[in-house]
């Protein structure tokens, strides 16, 4: 088992935040304690959690892959469209992975899609890039327009949020 798994494994059984107080989870503990008990590097626990605590608060299902749309707060004009193999990993893929694309405002998430097994998101993923035509044909970005927003609208769970 990897060690992220190890983090996230002993994080759904946990409050993630020191406000949490959910009864029927273990206390919440620091990155530094859980990385120490489990034996491995703080970092991992804290990417970790911080893709929990999105995922609990976008309601997505952790076990299950992905596509997402995405925009930057200040620019309603394009979205990227994008898939991750587990829930549990979005926040990584919206907020590290944008750093190269030079950003411009804070990250708006907003939708997704689950699906159960990792091999449709590919698909899904060329769908609706096919669907509403990329904006360079190596890129993974759309144009918000009314395809667009009938598609977010019937196919997609609105989250509608500030990444942070």
């Keep these: 088992m990897s060690n992220k798994q190890k983090a996230v494994d002993a994080l759904r059984k946990m409050n ?3 406000g949490n107080k959910d009864h029927k989870k273990e206390p919440y503990k620091s990155d530094r304690n859980l990385a120490d008990q489990l034996g491995v590097n703080s970092t991992t626990v804290n990417l970790a959690r911080k893709n929990l605590i999105l995922a609990d608060e976008c309601r997505i299902d952790i076990d299950k892959s992905i596509v997402y749309a995405w925009r930057w707060s200040g620019d309603d004009k394009y979205a990227k469209i994008g898939k991750c193999k587990k ?3 979005l926040w990584e893929r919206v907020k590290m992975q944008p ?4 950003p411009t405002d804070d990250i708006f998430l907003i939708g997704i899609k689950e699906y159960r097994y990792e091999k449709e998101i590919s698909q899904e993923e060329k769908r609706i890039l096919d669907t509403l035509g990329r904006t360079r044909r ?5 144009n918000i327009n009314e395809d667009f927003n009938k598609m977010i609208n019937e196919e997609f769970a609105k989250i509608e949020i500030i990444v942070k």
């Design 16 to 18: 993630l935040t020191v």
């Design 87 to 89: 829930g549990s990993i």
């Design 99 to 102: 750093a190269t694309y030079h």
């Design 138 to 142: 190596d890129r993974e970005w759309v």
